[in-house]
């Protein structure tokens, strides 16, 4: 098998553990306030990454130094920021409008990809990205009401988003996988952590009763081990040998698998509108993946593929 198909099958599968993850975090932040869930989520997925690190690659801790620790500080940054500026927009805006402009960063990457990476998205990607825009918006937007400050926030969380996915793929060609990966996951926790302290109730937080109740414990240990250290050593494994817009319609997966684990775990229905958006975001991803036409959209000798 071809390294690309690999890491589009991989990433898929990352998108996958999000989406079947969503329902256990919306219980667990009921009980644990959000700043302090994801701050134990990824500090604890930190850790575990830095035993496997000591365990199995002792010796890319040779190779740490300025330069791997500042890119790894700094698509952790771009990563907590996404999910800081989500948490406070979804306090002003509704649920159905965080996820299509969040979704947004699926236009977002092709064209930071032009400007930062100088790589330049065939035409079946650009196809793709529409067509996966017009799918996130059939899928989430069931409220059309006019813009508010929240959802400046979230449009913010979608760029911040976009340059996590961008940087991941420009560093993790620089630098061994496994040691980015601690870094970058360290790094959330630690901001996460003191995100709580500042702006939540964080002594209620470390309550007994909450931090060992069902829900919280369960989602925990879900999306410390799976959706945090395994998914976010996927993608910078993997990342590299595709490109970041096609990362990102993999990535706009995220809201269906969701949507389809709602329908079986939680009862939730959903309309007409919302199964063709799903239908055209899957469409949009595979439109990407077709061989491109020989006369590309940008007619640049350095283009790649998707």
């Not at 969503?22 to 932040?29: P, R, S, T, W, Y």
């Not at 595709?242 to 309309?271: C, D």
Request: net charge positive.
């Amino acid at each position: 098998m071809k390294k690309p198909f690999i890491a589009d099958i991989s990433l898929l599968f990352v998108t996958l553990v999000w989406g079947m993850t969503f329902v256990l975090v919306q219980n667990a932040i009921d009980f644990l306030a959000p700043f302090a869930f994801n701050g134990i989520r990824f500090f604890s997925a930190a850790i575990l990454l830095f035993l496997c690190l000591i365990i199995f690659e002792r010796g890319q801790l040779k190779k740490l130094n300025v330069k791997v620790a500042a890119s790894g500080f700094f698509i952790g940054f771009w990563l907590f920021l996404g999910y800081v500026t989500q948490t406070m927009g979804l306090l002003y805006t509704t649920t159905s409008k965080a996820g299509f402009i969040t979704g947004l960063s699926v236009v977002l990457v092709p064209l930071f990809s032009m400007f930062i990476l100088k790589q330049f998205p065939s035409r079946n990607a650009v196809i793709g990205v529409l067509i996966a825009t017009i799918g996130l918006f059939l899928l989430t937007m069931t409220d059309v009401s006019a813009m508010n400050i929240g959802d400046g926030f979230v449009f913010i969380c979608a760029v911040s988003f976009a340059l996590h996915i961008i940087f991941t793929g420009k560093f993790a060609h620089q630098y061994p996988t496994l040691l980015l990966t601690v870094i970058q996951i360290f790094t959330v926790g630690f901001l996460s952590i003191i995100s709580s302290f500042l702006f939540e109730e964080w002594k209620q937080s470390l309550r007994a009763d909450v931090l060992l109740s069902k829900d919280v414990l369960i989602a925990l240990i879900v999306t410390s081990v799976f959706a945090t250290a395994i998914a976010f050593f996927i993608q910078t494994n993997f990342q590299k040998y595709t490109s970041a817009t096609r990362v990102a319609l993999i990535f706009a997966m995220e809201p269906v698998f969701a949507a389809i684990t709602g329908y079986y775990w939680a009862e939730e229905r959903l309309t007409y509108s919302a199964l063709f958006g799903c239908s055209l975001i899957f469409m949009g991803m595979i439109f990407a993946e077709l061989p491109a036409k020989k006369i590309p959209l940008f007619r640049k000798r350095n283009s790649i593929e998707g």
